[in-house]
Structures are given as C-alpha cells and as structure tokens.
C-alpha cells in the first residue's frame, strides 16, 4: 500500500456536531483526492451522498477562480487545499487554492516553461503526502514544498541529473509516493526510472533505460514484493520497489507514439492500454519475489484509451475507447455496451455515477450500468481555443474541473 488510505471522514470532520445537522448529512461520507486519479489512483471517490441526476444546466456552481496558469496538470485536494501546476510567462508554477472558496493561497515557480503546439505548460498532477505536495514540471523539475506554505523542501531536474531527454509532447507523470521515497520516470541510460529519498532528493536506486511515457505508475503487491507498474514509452514494467530489481516487462499494449492511461491492477491482475490504435491488454501475474511472470490473459482493440484511464467498477471498465464511451467485462473482455455520450474525454466514479468530462468542455453523469449507458445530466462550460484535457477530480462534496487558467467548482452534495 502506498502511504495513502481511504477514511470515512465524516465523523471525523463533523465530531458531535452532526446531532445538530439534518438527518441526511450524517449518512454522508466525505473523501480527499490527494494526487492524481484519487487516494487509490484508480479513478474512483468514497465519497457518498452526492447527487444521482443533475437538475437542468447542472449542479449549482459554488465557486469559479481564475489563475491556474497555462497547462493540463488536474488537482490533488487534500485538507482544504487544492494544488495544481500552471505556467505564466516563461516559468511553470505550482499553485494552492482555498477548496471551499477559490482563493489563490500561494504560488511558487517551478522551472521553466514547457512550449508545445498542443498546449504549453505542465501536464502532471501534484502528489500531496502528509503536509508536503511533490510536482513534476513538463520540463523534469521535480520539487518538494511544504503544502501550508509552499516553501520549497528541496528540487531536482530528473532529465539533468540523470541524462535523459525530454519528450514530444512534456513528461506528464504524476510522481509516486511512498513512505520514505518518490519513485519517476528520468528517462536517463541506465536511470529509466528512479527512486529519490523524500527527505532529500538523494538518489536511492535507477533501473531500466526506457524512455518515458505519459503515464503514472501505481502500487502493487504480487507473491510479497511491492510492485511500482509503470507504463513507459515502449512497454509496461513491474518493478520492486525497494532496490528498483525489474519482476517483469510486457510490450505489446505499447506504441510509439503515446503511452498515456494509467495501469489499473486489481489482485494479481494489471490492465493497460493505449490508443494509437494499439488496444488494451489484461495481465495476470504470478510466481514470487525471485521469480515473477506475466501472462496474457486477453488482448483486445475494442479499449483504446488516448489521454483518460478506464474505472474499474464491479466486475466491468468504463472508458473512452478513442471518442466512444465503452463497459467492458474486466475478465474476459467483452464489450457490454458503447455509447458517443459526451464525446471524447475523461472520467472518474463517484458514489454509483460516472463523471464525464468531454474535451469540448462538455460535463455529464451518468449510471455506472453495465446493461446499458443512462445519463442523469449534463452542462456545457464555455472554454477556449484549446481541449479540456484536465481531468474532474470529486472531493468533500465538490466536483472540481479546469480549463487551462480557469478552476470550477461544482456543489454536488444531496441536500
């Protein structure tokens, strides 16, 4: 398990106050998103309580703030807080906001600034672990900041320090944090990957030479040993977490353009795809800490996912296979369903609904149903000349979105 865990907050956050407060709110259960893809990096909220069907036009909006800066990086909301990375003028930043209210807390700059046709500035999401938030720039420059103030713990640039390049489009890993180390992809020969000690950025273990991809690692435990399952820029690996010792490697869900979604793993299985037209592969692995082996259980093209992750809810996937919206059987799959709903774009659950959020700026909820695609809603933010590539993040009864400088918060809570 990485150091972060679930809590059914709402005791704790509203003690014997509760008594005082309508009978619905005790049955509420609040949950921090504190780094990329939630406190499990699946996709999914605890959170409960929240609004099954929007009424027209969606949700009342509780808040809306400008100063995120230019850039793709989503949020990690932890304590209160909101963190993020944007770029202004020629250096990339990370910056804290107020979660309840919109207010810019603090902004610290963080190298510089990543230019790209596609859309300049960071493309990672902070990582928030105790009071401190590790951010990765587009340009390697990965920084430790206390989260109450932004003081700047320490900062390495990865493709300096170990000799790697960047890549087409910005190194766009949202780094992985552990008890005593923060594991990224550095690209360098020999350092394809590496761990650095949180305290201090000194190097603990390099592996591999892989050049990176886009995608961000995740926690996992097979026959033992803690696994980090990254997904670079020409295959997926597994490798132990504690001298960096590679337990196996698979290609073929690779392609060379753009590896992106994060892995999902459940038990001794890894899913993982690509667009491109690659598809997706599941994994089951076995064997023990000497000697670890990945077997191709299925490959498919009918799951090809570009720049979002699939969700894993019950026993089917929902993700954006290219523009469509497709349910998935984990287990075999089989498709159950597909449906052009909002149109390309990204999703996460939260509390039996799926949250979708289109690259047109398109915002919809809909059933997490593996019989047929139900929508209970949706809204149109007016966005700009560039895609709505920053993925929804749901915390303490808030659906947070971003469209480059601009932050919106959702009040979603049933009432």
Known sequence: MTSFTRTSAAAFLLGTAVLALPAVVSNRALDDWPQWRGSDRDGTSAEKGLLKTWPAGGPPQAWQAKGAGEGYSSFAIRDGRLFTLGAR?????????????????????NGRRFSNDRGSGPRGTPTVDGDRVYAFGASGDLAVLEAASGKVVWRVNVLSKFGGSNIRWGLSESPLVLEDRVLVQAGGRGAGIVALRKTDGAEIWRSQGDEPGYSSAVLQEIGGVRQAVFFTAERAVGLDVNDGRLLWSYDRVANRTANIATP???????????????????????????????????????????????????????????????????????????HRTVGKGSLIFADERLYLFSENGVVGLAEANPKEYREHGRFQLQTGNLPTWSHPAVANGKLYLRDQDTIYAYDIAAR
């Open 89 to 109: 003028d020629g250096n990339e930043h990370v910056v804290a906001f107020d979660a309840a209210g919109g207010k810019r807390l603090w902004e610290v700059p």
């Open 264 to 338: 999902i793993v459940r038990g001794n299985h890894v899913f993982l795809s690509s667009d491109y037209g690659t598809g997706a592969a599941l994994l089951e692995l076995s064997g023990s800490a000497g000697n670890v082996t990945a077997r191709q259980v299925y490959f498919t093209h009918e799951m090809r996912n570009h720049h979002a992750s699939s969700v894993l809810v019950g026993q089917h996937l929902y993700g954006f296979s290219s523009s469509i919206l497709t349910a998935m059987q984990f287990d075999t799959g089989t498709v159950a369903w597909r």
